[in-house]
């Protein structure tokens, strides 16, 4: 559809959501190419994605492989800046400022889950991945980030071990996007933000 209206109309699309959808679609804002499927999903293509830290005389430039979730980030964050002591212990991630200093290896990270919008969730254990889409499958992603090799009958213990975790957690809801809501209001979904902060929401409802 996305190319079919840049044939016959100029860029910007209006309203503005449509505009947010076809840059996604043909910008590449969402193409995570080669990695399987994308945005929304529970694959690599729509889990694995780039970050980058940039501090000036404390950390020297490079790259890193291992694996750090988004669970991570605030224990990693308050580390960095002198506060370790102030992370809170029941929290699912852990400090990786070690590894990514050069100091020490990565941090082992808990069982970390993902839910994608049409009722799919997938469970880490590094670097295992067990992703339920209606079939079960277990990938090691480490040496298979496509996502290509099932091995689960080769791991039958460790697959129903990541099974049983997962029971724990809620299913996500089938077509968990409002697209109509996209289109009317982008920032609902990672357009141009206009609302008010949600710390500021919070503290005027009270809610902080």
Known sequence: ?????????????????LEFLAANALDGGSDNSPLPVGKGSVAEGGTRVPAAIWWPGHLERGVHEGFISASDVLPT??????AKEQIPPDLNGRSQWASLTGDGASSETPDYVVTGMFNEIAIYRPPWKLVDDGEVSLFHIYDDPYE??????Q???LLSELQET????????VGGINFLNVLLDPDSFGGEEDRRPWADAAKANGAL
């Not at 559809?1 to 209006?14: C, H, Y």
Request: net charge negative; glycine share 8%; no cysteine.
């Open 148 to 153: 290509q090799t099932d091995v689960s009958a």
């Open 77 to 82: 964050l308050l580390e960095a800046i002198g």
């Open 155 to 157: 791991h039958p213990t």
């Open 166 to 173: 997962l029971q724990g957690w809620p299913r996500p809801k």
């Open 1 to 17: 559809m996305a190319n079919f209206l840049s044939e016959w109309f100029d860029r910007p699309f209006f309203p503005p959501g």
